[in-house]
């Protein structure tokens, strides 16, 4: 007659987990959620806009409550899925929440390879991203903006991922910008990307800054300007 293993197995099993799963797990089985919470956390790929988050290749969403299931599973291939939560909450406070939702129960470090954000930074108070690749963006565009806004909104944006960010984040890999932000010499990454539209001829704009210097601006006609 076999013996009965002597040592637990579960984190073992959790911590190769895809973090997507981890959550659904807990999720739905609250007594892993102390093995979950002793396990490393790492994702590569997390992406928050303004209606979803999505995790490797887990898209969440949430939905308004009315009867049946709190959570709804639906899966588009083999490897994605999307996973609707019920709410009695206000869809749109619930949609901004949503990351936070999620995460509420994970504390520590969270390790992502590439973030990419939409919307304002909110994150649960109890947990740090260590982050190699970052993008921001602002749902809406204002062209006709003056660059002065821009500046303190970017300079805002530096000292916020300084509160949710790890110490060993920095200096990002990389930083990607809409043109709702500014360029600037103190940015905290290696590679600053600013992507957007110049107000005086909605001319496609590609910033790149390679070790905090400008190298090179491109257009959508193909000129190139070099400092």
């Not at 109890?126 to 602002?138: D, H, T, Y």
């Not at 970017?154 to 890999?173: N, R």
Request: hydrophobic share 40%.
């Amino acid at each position: 007659m076999p013996r009965p293993l002597i040592f637990d197995l579960w984190p073992t099993v959790i911590d190769r987990m895809d973090l997507a799963n981890r959550i659904l797990l807990t999720q739905k089985y609250p007594a892993f959620r102390r093995t979950d919470q002793r396990c490393s956390a790492k994702v590569t790929t997390v992406e928050i806009t303004t209606n979803s988050v999505k995790i490797n290749n887990t898209s969440f969403y949430v939905a308004e409550y009315e009867t049946g299931e709190r959570m709804e599973i639906f899966k588009y291939t083999v490897n994605s899925k999307a996973v609707v939560l019920k709410t009695t909450v206000p869809l749109c406070e619930a949609k901004k929440k949503l990351f936070e939702t999620i995460m509420k129960r994970r504390s520590g470090i969270l390790r992502v390879k590439n973030l990419s954000i939409l919307g304002k930074l909110s994150f649960p108070p109890n947990l740090k991203l260590c982050v190699r690749n970052l993008k921001v963006a602002r749902p809406y565009r204002n062209f006709q903006e003056d660059d002065m806004i821009k500046q303190t909104r970017t300079s805002t944006l530096y000292k916020d991922l300084q509160k949710v960010l790890t110490a060993d984040s920095f200096p990002l890999e990389s930083l990607e910008m809409d043109y709702n932000f500014s360029a600037r010499l103190d940015a905290p990454a290696k590679i600053v990307i600013l992507v957007g539209q110049v107000s005086w001829n909605t001319l496609c704009v590609s910033m790149c800054f390679i070790s905090r210097h400008l190298v090179y601006i491109r257009c959508s006609l193909g000129r190139m300007f070099t400092r």
